[in-house]
């Protein structure tokens, strides 16, 4: 069981940074969907957000993500599919998903059949 960022965890770096440290100190590497990556990334120096993402595993969004994506979307009727790639990666790993924001995520999580996720806001 690790760690997952979604998107508002990474532009709410503030309140991320000693969570991010202390799962580094366990030897833990966040992951960070790359779809999460691309809703971030704004281009130009990004300072504080390429240092957090060193210590960060980023995760391939593939054929067979994409796929289960996009029926993830389809059961839970939310459109956002950076949202849904958080939660198909994080149920599957079993990981904790931090998040400034856990309602979307909540709705697919409770559309799909497989282990309860838990969701850490910051």
């Excluded at 809703?39 to 957090?52: H, I, T």
């Excluded at 059961?75 to 149920?91: F, L, W, Y």
Aim: glycine share 10%.
């Amino acid at each position: 069981m690790g760690v997952t960022y979604d998107t508002g965890a990474l532009m709410n770096r503030r309140d991320l940074w000693a969570l991010h440290l202390r799962s580094l100190q366990k030897g833990e590497r966040p992951v960070v969907p790359a779809a999460v990556l691309g809703q971030a990334w704004r281009g130009g120096p990004q300072a504080q957000l390429s240092r957090l993402l060193r210590g960060c595993r980023i995760e391939d969004f593939n054929e067979p993500r994409a796929r289960a994506v996009g029926v993830a979307c389809a059961r839970s009727g939310v459109r956002d599919i950076v949202d849904a790639a958080v939660v198909v990666g994080a149920m599957a790993r079993r990981d904790v998903v931090v998040t400034s924001d856990p309602d979307d995520l909540e709705k697919i999580v409770s559309a799909l059949e497989g282990p309860p996720l838990r969701i850490h806001r910051v």
